[in-house]
């Protein structure tokens, strides 16, 4: 027998994995130091370590692999945004008309206006339409996690999550849309210019449909016990999400439609632990780390300006959107302003359209979607911040101390 | 501060209040959101009035002076239909029953204006444990004594009106056993209980101007008592019942009062005594506990039955009365509470169907709002 037989080698050969649970621990750690001391979400902090610790920051975390961290993100954003859809009323939109308004024109000016810039700025038209579709989107992730958060509750926070979700549907539809075009210009035939698209939707769209219709069997089947059922779900979200990923669906359609189809057609709300659960909850904190890890501020670099008209014209855009339909639909001014500044993040769904763009055309990649990505780090950062504090100010947050509970 | 004069009202007129629960249609939870649904009514023609309450999620439906069901009713409906339209444009639901279920005191909010901040302030969690939510039933009165001997005769039957309207089963989550814990509550406050036995408004006077030289009381809105004068309508105000779950059963409990108010105006001479009281707590606690179940204990007789014998026998004697007051169909909603139940029973079964009080809370609503 010698030393080595029952010593590590050295230097130690340290797994990834090690450095990745160090980092969960930091990060809660600073999450709640800057709830406790700042009175900022703790999301901020999960976001900060990972850029400040990542590749983008110190770099002292080494690059972790792709493909494991992918399903991370995508696992605990399906959670994200299936609790989103589930919490999200659409018979409402047949009661008010002008919430549908307001969604849609918020959703329109901010596509012109992102658009009208990047062309004055000589971007070409395919990529403007793209980079102006991924604008659209607010981050359900970090809208779903901050009210769960604070345990707001208003008409504010309730048009927020219904905005979201609406918002969140037409970015990533016509997201493929545009992104179809785009081979379209680069020469695809169209016949696959054409199809793609369309699989992609309604194949997500039916596999949405197909998780609604399992959803109600089993919970008829299991009746009230809350907490079994949670698991179930998650499973069952897993499942869904990992499948949309094998069949080249889109893993943020399915899951948000599932949950918008599931509270639509059960009409009864149900209450569910957060993130359904801890290991729910794990997931979306090691996401907001990896968005962190992910952040690629480079970008400022060279298009500082375009970065910083980027996200003045899209805040524009959105909070006088909602502003001029405010009265009709019935809120405040002050509710108004409120709604359209907690509409401003940006994190998980648009860097994956980002991503996605990337890989299909390069050039996208090292181009404008280098501005596109600061511009999302940058709203993923303050994005957290700015719905707490719209929140607040809308007086929709609990008025004795939230950090008692949650 | 002397009392006002007791202003002069047509007899047997009557007015309602319902105090309701707004809920997120998200959770069924109480949601604060009265600032937003009376500005969205703002801008609505309405009969009566609709106002704010303590907290932020609760609202207040008056309807204006009625003389008898038919006009109630109608007004009652128009009030419901435009508190529920700016409900469902806000994705807010809208309720009766005495209590919300699962909601937790501590989270309640106060309404923004001087007088509930004072309240709040003077009675600390007592003021948001108030999130209750009740029916008052004011009742013409042709002069101010009369309105006092109104108040101690009517006294006898509270423990009628508490569990015909009683739909307050649940608190924090639990079944309390009461059929209505919501009065619970209100017996928390300092001021509750009755008014004090005088017969004559000169010593009423006397007394209102006794408490406030004590400091203890600035107005009448200070006594929180199950009936009391309210000189300025020229009224008794009834406190006691819980908001029914519809406003049909609210109209019809108020006609209940209003028959009987005749009865005892016209045809029952005897006049009250300081001994009907002897009962009174206890009567009043078997109503709370039990609803119609509970037992009636006659303060002159001495004799006892179930709450629900005693209400079919007042029921027989007000008949000539209901009729003049075109009120036979209220009577025969009173009748068909007796056999079918109060609202606290429709919880109860609602919740053994069920198994979840957001699902019952859901339901509540629907039924209120008429969807």
């Not at chain 2, 909601?103 to 969690?125: C, M, N, T, V």
């Not at chain 2, 009065?183 to 001021?191: A, G, K, R, T």
């Not at chain 2, 609803?291 to 004799?303: K, N, Q, S, W, Y």
Request: glycine fraction near 8%; hydrophobic fraction near 50%.
């Amino acid at each position: 027998m010698t030393w080595s037989d029952y010593l590590p080698a050295w230097p130690l050969e340290i797994s990834p994995a090690l450095w990745l649970a160090l980092t969960l621990v930091v990060a809660v750690l600073v999450g709640e130091a800057f709830m406790r001391h700042l009175k900022l979400p703790r999301i901020v902090g999960y976001i900060g370590v990972g850029l400040l610790l990542g590749p983008g920051g110190l770099g002292l975390l080494p690059q972790l692999p792709a493909t494991e961290w992918r399903l991370v993100i995508d696992l605990a954003l399906g959670i994200l945004l299936f609790e989103l859809g589930s919490k999200v009323n659409l018979r409402w939109l047949k009661a008010n008309r002008w919430i549908a308004g307001t969604s849609l024109l918020e959703a329109t000016a901010t596509f012109a206006a992102v658009f009208s810039l990047l062309i004055w700025f000589g971007v070409d038209g395919a990529t403007a339409t793209v980079v102006a579709t991924i604008m659209i989107v607010t981050s359900p992730a970090i809208v779903v996690r901050t009210i769960t958060e604070s345990r707001a509750q208003g008409q504010v926070t309730d048009r927020l999550l219904l905005m979201t979700a609406l918002n969140c549907i037409y970015a990533v539809v016509f997201h493929k849309l545009a992104v179809a075009a785009m081979h379209g210009a680069a020469g695809t035939s169209f016949i696959h210019t054409a199809l793609q698209p369309l699989y992609l939707i309604g194949g997500s769209a039916l596999l949405a449909w197909l998780f609604g219709m399992t959803f109600e069997r089993i919970h008829h089947y299991l009746g009230h016990h809350e907490e079994t059922f949670s698991f179930i779900l998650f499973g069952m979200i897993a499942f869904a999400t990992i499948l949309a990923s094998i069949l080249k669906l889109s893993p943020i359609l399915v899951l948000l439609a599932a949950g918008l189809i599931t509270r639509y057609r059960r009409q009864r709300p149900r209450t569910f632990p957060p993130h359904f659960g801890s290991a729910g909850a794990v997931l979306v904190v090691l996401m907001f780390i990896a968005n962190g890890l992910a952040a690629d501020l480079s970008g400022l670099r060279h298009s500082f300006l375009l970065v910083l008209l980027l996200i003045s014209v899209r805040a524009m855009a959105k909070v006088l959107a909602v502003l001029s339909l405010a009265h009709q639909s019935g809120l405040s001014l002050r509710q108004g302003v409120a709604l359209g500044v907690a509409l401003m993040p940006m994190s998980s769904v648009a860097l994956l359209l980002t991503l996605e763009t990337g890989m299909a055309f390069p050039a996208f990649g090292s181009g404008p979607g280098l501005a596109l990505m600061s511009c999302i780090v940058i709203l993923e950062l303050l994005g957290p911040i700015l719905v707490q504090v719209a929140l607040q100010r809308a007086g929709e947050m609990p008025e004795n101390k939230p950090e008692n509970k949650s | 501060m002397s009392l006002m004069p007791f202003a002069s009202s047509r007899p047997l007129s009557l007015g309602v209040e319902l105090e309701l629960q707004l809920l997120s249609c998200n959770d069924y939870n109480l949601v604060s959101s009265a600032p937003d649904v009376l500005r969205r009514i703002a801008k609505r023609e309405h009969p009566g009035e609709i106002k704010p309450e303590m907290t932020r999620s609760m609202i207040e439906i008056n309807t204006s002076v009625q003389q008898e069901y038919g006009g109630l009713i109608e007004e009652l409906h128009a009030l419901r239909d435009v508190v529920s339209e700016a409900g469902r444009f806000l994705n807010v639901a809208i309720a009766g029953g005495g209590t919300h279920p699962f909601q937790h005191w501590s989270e309640q909010k106060i309404f923004d204006a001087p007088r509930f901040h004072y309240l709040s302030e003077l009675y600390g969690y007592l003021a948001k444990q108030f999130t209750i939510f009740g029916q008052h039933v004011h009742i013409g009165c042709p002069g101010p004594d009369e309105a006092l001997h109104l108040m101690h005769m009517l006294s006898r039957y509270i423990p009628h009106f508490i569990a015909l309207s009683a739909s307050s089963p649940f608190v924090q989550g639990h079944d309390t056993g009461f059929a209505s814990a919501r009065l619970n509550s209100v017996f928390s406050f300092p001021l509750s209980g009755r008014a004090p036995f005088v017969l004559r408004w000169e010593d009423f006077e006397r007394f209102f101007s006794k408490m406030t030289a004590t400091g203890v009381v600035e107005s009448m809105k200070d006594f929180y008592w199950d009936i009391r004068p309210k000189p300025e309508f020229g009224t008794i105000e009834v406190r006691v019942c819980d908001t029914p779950l519809t406003v049909e059963v609210a109209a019809a409990i108020a006609c209940y009062i209003q028959a009987m108010s005749r009865y005892i105006m016209v045809e029952q001479r005897t006049p009250p005594e300081e001994d009907d009281y002897l009962v009174y707590t206890f009567n009043r606690f078997q109503a709370c506990r039990f609803g119609l179940e509970g037992v009636f204990i006659d303060p002159r007789t001495h004799e006892q039955r179930s709450i629900r014998e005693d209400i079919t026998d007042m029921l027989a004697r007000i008949v000539d009365h209901a009729r003049e007051l075109h009120a036979v169909e209220a009577m025969e909603r009173v009748r068909e509470i007796l056999i079918a139940g109060n609202g606290t029973s429709w919880l109860r079964k609602t919740y053994a169907r069920e198994h979840n009080l957001g699902d019952v809370m859901q339901l509540q609503a629907e039924l209120w709002m008429g969807s």
